[in-house]
């Protein structure tokens, strides 16, 4: 998540326990910063990543653009321009449409992140909790 966070250091996440997906959806929003317990190459890992798309928007990436389409945004919008460098660039091409009870999920380090690029939509019970702070242990 460089430059946001850094390997090894603490963060503080605020868990999610919740009978069902409907507490869950509405606590995630656009942007958050989320713990998600994902399976890649036959191992289970944690990992943080920004959510950037919810259950039914539009995501398009092209030529290094990311583009996301939902009712608040009908001509789209870079939801990345608040804490990505100016000019910054997303790889891949993908056009999809987020399947609901699911996220889409980028990293803020976009040239080695594993995030829903290489995932795909996130289902919203991989998420373990947001992180709500940085500790700083001295």
């Known amino acids: 998540m460089s430059p946001t966070l850094n390997n090894g250091q603490n963060v503080l996440v605020a868990t999610f326990y919740a009978a ?3 507490l869950l959806s509405t606590s995630v ?3 958050d910063m989320v713990l998600i317990e994902i399976s890649f190459q036959g191992q289970s ?3 943080i990543s920004r959510v950037i798309a919810l259950g039914g928007d539009q995501v398009v ?3 290094g653009a990311l583009t996301v389409y939902n009712r608040s945004h009908p001509n789209g919008f870079d939801p990345s ?3 990505e460098p100016s000019g910054a660039r997303t790889l891949g091409s993908v056009n999809l449409v987020v399947p609901s ?3 889409y999920i980028l990293g803020d380090n976009r040239m080695i992140a594993l995030d829903s690029r290489i995932l795909g939509p996130i289902p919203l019970t991989n998420i ?3 992180v709500i702070g940085v500790l700083k242990i001295s």
Request: aromatic content about 4%.
């Open 20 to 22: 069902n997906n409907k």
């Open 29 to 31: 929003s656009i942007n």
């Open 128 to 130: 373990i909790g947001k």
């Open 61 to 63: 990436i092209q030529n």
């Open 81 to 83: 321009t608040s804490y």
């Open 101 to 103: 009870n699911s996220v």
């Open 45 to 47: 890992q944690d990992i």
